[in-house]
C-alpha cells in the first residue's frame, strides 16, 4: 500500500480520449503496482441503483502466474458474499471506500468471514485478502479498484488518509466519463467550460462566466496547482500532491486531460457538480452534503470532494440535518436514496 503511486492513480482517472475498457485496464496495471501480486490488480464499475447493485465492467491487469479467466471466476465467486449479505454489499458500493476486504468483511459478518470466503478460490491464486479503494457518482454507479494482498492486512492511518482522497477522485472522474460518455473529442473541447494549453498555460477556450477575469484567474491558478502537484518535487508526497488537487475545483469544476491527434495535451475544465434531486427542502450545497455524508464521507473528505472548506461543509451538512428534522448521520441513509438520481446523466451546470 505506497502512496507514491496515488498521483498515478489520479492522472490516469482523469484522461480522457480512450474508451471504458482501456481506461479501467491502465487504472487496474498501476494500481497493481502498489502491492504487487501474482494474482494482478483489478479495476470494476458497479451499478448500485436501482439495487441490486451487479458489476457491469471488469478489467484485470493481467500476469503470467495467474490468467484473466482465473481471476474472474474468483472474483464472481465472491458474490455469493453478496448474495448472502445484501443489505451490507448494497452500503458497501454506495460508499466511499479505502479498506481492506478482512476489514469489511469481519465488520459485517464476523471473525472468520473472510477465511471462509476467501478459501473457496482466492486462496489457490495466493490471495488473502484485498486492498479496495472506491468512489462513488452518487449517482448509482462505483468505480472500485481492487489489489489483492498475500495476508490478511488493516490500512494504516496515514495511507487511509491519502487513498480516501484518491476515491473522491475516482468517483469524480467515473462521474465526467459518464457524462462525455457519447460526445466526440470536437464536443467535449467546444462545451467545455474552459480550455488551456498544458504547455504554456494560456486559455485557448472559454465560456459564460469562465470569460470574465475573476473565475478565469481562478481557474488558471487551479491549472497551476494541479501541474505543481504533479512535478518531480511534489508527486510523490501525496498528502502535499493531493492538498493541491482538490476533488473538485471552485466548487464546480474537474481538471482533465485530453490529448489531440498531434500528442499536445489540453486540459479541459468541465462542470462536475454529483447530480441531486430537487427537494425544496434543501439547497443543492445542502443535498449534496447529506449525500457525501451518507455515503461514508466524514467532513474533511465531504470538504474535498466538493473543494470547499472544512467550515462550509458542515455548516452545509448541519443546516441539511436541522431542515430534514433528523439528529445524527445514520438517520441520512435511507433519506439520501431519496436524493439520489439514477436516472439523469452525472455532471451538469454549477449552482447558481
Sequence with gaps: ?????????????????????????????????????PAGAMAVIYEYLPPPFRATTIEHAHT???????????????????????????????????????????????????????SRKLH???????????????????????APTRTPAAVPAATRAVWQRVAVHLGAALRLRTALADLPQDKVLGEATAVFDARTGRCAHATGAAREGPLLAKLRDAVRQVDRARSKSVRHDAPAALELWQGLIAGHYSLVDLFDSDGRRHVVVRANEPKV?????????????????????????????????RETYRTHLRRALRKLGVRDRRALIEIALRLQSPSEVDGGAPAP
Excluded at 500500500?1 to 480512450?18: H, S
Excluded at 471506500?97 to 469481519?106: H, K, L, N, Q
Excluded at 430537487?278 to 474535498?304: K, P, V
Design 1 to 37: 500500500m505506497r502512496n507514491e503511486f496515488a498521483l498515478d492513480i489520479v492522472e490516469t482517472a482523469y484522461t480522457l480520449g480512450t474508451d471504458d475498457r482501456t481506461w479501467l485496464q491502465g487504472l487496474a496495471a498501476r494500481f497493481g503496482k502498489l502491492n504487487p501480486h
Design 64 to 118: 503470467e502466474a495467474v490468467s484473466t479467466e482465473r481471476m474472474l471466476e474468483a472474483f464472481f465467486d465472491l458474490e455469493s458474499f453478496a448474495a448472502q449479505h445484501p443489505s451490507h454489499s448494497s452500503r458497501l458500493h454506495a460508499n466511499t471506500v479505502c479498506e481492506t476486504a478482512s476489514e469489511f468483511i469481519e465488520q459485517e459478518a464476523g471473525r472468520g468471514a473472510l477465511e471462509a470466503l476467501y
Design 124 to 146: 489457490a491464486l495466493g490471495v488473502y485478502d484485498a486492498f479496495n479503494v472506491q468512489g462513488t457518482t452518487l449517482s448509482g454507479r462505483a468505480l472500485c479498484l481492487i
Design 277 to 309: 434531486r430537487e427537494d425544496r427542502r434543501l439547497t443543492r450545497r445542502e443535498a449534496q452534503a447529506t449525500l457525501l455524508a451518507a455515503a461514508a464521507n466524514d467532513d474533511t473528505r465531504g470538504a474535498y470532494a466538493l473543494g470547499i472548506t
